[in-house]
């Protein structure tokens, strides 16, 4: 091989593998940013800072116990109830659809994830809220004494919040979940029908092979659900509390972001604001790595299964 040829190729290997290391030092770079600017949050409430759920500017005392108990819970609501509708949406596209049907179903359900935040948030304000008004007033007494129950008849709270985000998250869980389903070999559903199972056993099987997938679907699913600002915002309530409560409202970690850090006149009242980003930060990061371990392991479990039998000599089997 020419001398020209090889130093082309060892610049091209250097220079793809310089923009590859881009991405890693943007996110070691937000992480750094992120500990030095809250440093004098750090120093002053060290781990207190996770567990007080105090939150009072006007003396300086900051906890974010409810923010991050907010946002657990909207996120962990949210999965519960889009979950079984993703998978519905991944099977029947991956497995019962027509094939004429499967186009126009994939363009409306990534649609869903083309829409901007901010309209989710007009969506949940004019309409979902009214809606989950009617339902609160309508609740009987009897369910209003559960923790899960109670709160005033406002509208905008956790259950507003948790269905927004369902609603969000649906699209990317259910385009994951049907890609895991068509990387599923077509032996394996050949190999059921083969042996007398029916479609719905057939579907199962498919599921099975494809669980590692799935749970990372469901697991990026809530990677994103962490992260949601505007249309929570817009229809959580916005209060600082540890609640069991579907109707109360409540805080997220993003939303008190968006809310507070335009307003936040002192310096340790800064910090304890990216203090938290940090916390969503390590939370969204931890979340999103479990999820691509999950699609990894999938992917060398069905490249270990496919691979070919080696063969054996004729002279050997004889």
């Known amino acids: 091989m020419p001398s020209s040829t090889r130093s082309d190729d060892t610049l091209f290997?250097?220079?793809?593998?310089?923009?590859?290391?881009?991405?890693?030092?943007?996110?070691?770079?937000?992480a750094v940013m992120l500990?030095?600017?809250?440093?004098?949050?750090?120093?002053?409430?060290?781990?207190?800072?996770?567990?007080?759920?105090t939150w009072d500017p006007v003396s300086g005392v900051f906890g974010a116990r409810p923010f991050i108990w907010g946002t657990l819970y909207s996120s962990i609501l949210a999965l519960l109830v889009s979950t079984p509708i993703a998978l519905g949406i991944a099977i029947y596209i991956s497995?019962?659809?027509?094939?004429?049907?499967?186009?126009?179903?994939?363009?409306?359900?990534?649609?869903?994830?083309?829409?901007?935040?901010?309209?989710?948030?007009?969506?949940?304000?004019?309409?979902?809220?009214?809606?989950?008004?009617?339902?609160?007033?309508?609740?009987?007494a009897a369910m209003k004494a559960l923790p899960l129950f109670s709160g005033p008849p406002l509208g905008a709270g956790m259950l507003a919040a948790a269905t927004v985000l369902a609603i969000m998250v649906?699209?990317?869980?259910?385009?994951?979940?049907?890609?895991?389903?068509?990387?599923?070999?077509?032996?394996?559903?050949?190999?059921?029908?083969?042996?007398?199972?029916?479609?719905?056993?057939?579907?199962?099987?498919?599921?099975f092979y494809g669980r590692t997938g799935i749970v990372g679907a469901?697991?990026?699913?809530?990677?994103?659900?962490?992260?949601e600002t505007m249309a929570v915002t817009m229809?959580?309530?916005?209060?600082?509390?540890?609640?069991?409560?579907?109707?109360?409202?409540?805080?997220?970690?993003?939303?008190?972001?968006?809310?507070?850090f335009a307003e936040a006149a002192t310096p340790?009242?800064?910090?304890?604001?990216?203090?938290?980003?940090?916390?969503?930060?390590?939370m969204t990061?931890?979340?999103?790595?479990?999820s691509r371990a999950f699609i990894w392991s999938l992917g060398r479990q069905t490249r270990t299964r496919v691979d070919p039998v080696p063969a054996v000599p004729a002279a050997e089997a004889a």
């Open 13 to 30: 290997k250097v220079g793809t593998g310089a923009v590859a290391l881009i991405v890693p030092a943007v996110v070691v770079g937000i």
């Open 35 to 53: 500990w030095r600017d809250s440093r004098l949050s750090i120093h002053e409430f060290g781990w207190g800072f996770w567990t007080t759920a």
């Open 95 to 140: 497995e019962l659809s027509p094939a004429w049907l499967q186009r126009p179903l994939v363009f409306i359900t990534e649609l869903l994830a083309a829409i901007p935040s901010i309209v989710y948030g007009l969506w949940g304000i004019f309409v979902l809220i009214p809606f989950i008004r009617s339902i609160e007033l309508a609740t009987p």
């Open 170 to 207: 649906i699209p990317f869980s259910s385009a994951v979940a049907r890609e895991v389903l068509r990387a599923v070999p077509q032996a394996q559903r050949e190999g059921a029908y083969a042996l007398g199972a029916t479609r719905w056993e057939a579907i199962r099987m498919a599921l």
């Open 218 to 227: 469901v697991m990026l699913g809530f990677g994103r659900a962490l992260g």
């Open 235 to 260: 229809v959580i309530g916005n209060t600082p509390q540890v609640s069991l409560s579907l109707y109360k409202p409540q805080y997220t970690m993003a939303a008190v972001l968006a809310n507070e």
């Open 268 to 282: 340790l009242h800064i910090d304890a604001l990216v203090e938290i980003g940090l916390v969503l930060f390590a």
């Open 285 to 290: 990061l931890v979340i999103n790595a479990i």
